[in-house]
């Protein structure tokens, strides 16, 4: 009983250590999309409020969901260029470590 649940453990432990580099490459996408985001939300507060638009917690909501998106059209298309430099280290790094399958 106790080599089948070794056995069990280690085909686990095995299949933990694949890493799809398709998943990876999404990760690494979503990392720079949350990076512009956080980007775009500092440079907002740089901007003097003129009031035209009033300060309300629909505009906030807006503003939010907005920088989101364009975060995520940004790094959906090239973007900075962050994510694939994190892509690629990552892979320089643990690819022959964790078994980086197609």
């Known amino acids: ?7 069990i453990n280690d085909q686990k432990s095995i299949e ?25 939300k500092v440079m907002r507060k740089t901007i003097v409020k003129s009031g035209f638009f009033g300060n ?3 505009k906030d909501l807006f503003e939010s969901f907005f920088d989101t998106e364009v975060s995520k059209l940004i790094s959906n298309r090239d973007g900075l260029g962050l994510g694939k430099m994190l892509y690629e280290n990552i892979i320089k790094k643990i690819g022959n470590q964790y078994n980086v399958r197609e």
């Open 56 to 58: 309300t917690i629909g």
């Open 16 to 40: 933990l250590n694949r890493i799809n580099k398709e998943e990876l490459q999404r990760v690494c996408r979503d990392f720079e999309s949350i990076f512009i985001q956080q980007m775009m």
């Open 1 to 7: 009983m106790n080599g089948s649940v070794t056995k």
